[in-house]
Antibody
Framework: QVQLVESGGGLVKPGGSLRLSCAAS????????MSWIRQAPGKGLEWVSY????????YYADSVKGRFTISRDNAKNSLYLQMNSLRAEDTAVYYC???????????????WGQGTLVTVSS | QSALTQPASVSGSPGQSITISCTGT?????????VSWYQQHPGKAPKLIIY???TRPSGVSNRFSGSKSGNTASLTISWLQAEDEADYYC???????????FGGGTKLTVL
């Protein structure tokens, strides 16, 4: 079965950095577009970043552009999010999520990880 | 303020049908058939229930249906059940640099 397991969250000071990882299993990772989506405590969902199956297309929300970098290692079935210059407003649960169709960007996510909490506070 | 507008809350009794709206613009909902709906129970990850406006993923009950008219998408839940009580979010592709936008979410209460 499809499994997505995020790790790397934690407490970091404003201006600091953190790298999130997402380990994928149960499907051919290299065939799927992947996303990072976040949810601030008690708030709604916010799309963060999107990467195509071969990393040829990458997109970011305006709120993180220039500070966050998405990447993937298809040989390791892993997705990453490097977060720099973190701000208090980046505090959220970060979810790794998979597109529903192989080799096609559908801008939706049919499988989600359990999420990892990032807290930015001094 | 979210890019897509949803009602903050809706309610219905078991067995009834309810509809949740999601209003955007011609740059997102109205211009593309990439509207999705998610169900989220407290403390859980979201679950995809509709994508591409009206397609249900495998395993999702046919009590859930999606549609779109102009710049407004809709999610209809028929034969409401207690377990449908959750938060519901719509999302859409957008031609802006953001790529994907979400609605603010709608809390469904089953009375």
């Amino acid at each position: 079965q499809v499994q997505l397991v995020e790790s790397g969250g934690g407490l970091v000071k404003p201006g600091g950095s953190l790298r999130l990882s997402c380990a994928a299993s149960g499907f051919t990772f290299s065939d799927y577009y992947m996303s990072w989506i976040r949810q601030a405590p008690g708030k709604g969902l916010e799309w963060v970043s999107y990467i195509s199956s071969r990393s040829s297309s990458i997109y970011y929300a305006d709120s993180v552009k220039g500070r966050f970098t998405i990447s993937r290692d298809n040989a390791k079935n892993s997705l990453y999010l490097q977060m720099n210059s973190l701000r208090a407003e980046d505090t959220a649960v970060y979810y790794c999520a998979r597109d529903p169709l192989p080799n096609y960007g559908d801008y939706s996510s049919d499988h989600w990880g359990q999420g990892t909490l990032v807290t930015v506070s001094s | 303020q979210s890019a897509l507008t949803q009602p903050a809350s809706v309610s219905g009794s078991p067995g009834q049908s309810i509809t949740i709206s999601c209003t955007g613009t011609s740059s997102d909902v109205g211009g593309y058939n990439y509207v999705s709906w998610y169900q989220q129970h407290p403390g859980k990850a979201p679950k995809l229930i509709i994508y591409d406006v009206s397609t249900r993923p495998s395993g999702v009950s046919n009590r859930f249906s999606g549609s779109k008219s102009g710049n407004t998408a809709s999610l209809t839940i028929s034969w409401l059940q207690a377990e449908d009580e959750a938060d519901y979010y719509c999302s859409s592709y957008t031609s802006s640099s953001t790529q994907v936008v979400f609605g603010g979410g709608t809390k469904l209460t089953v009375l």
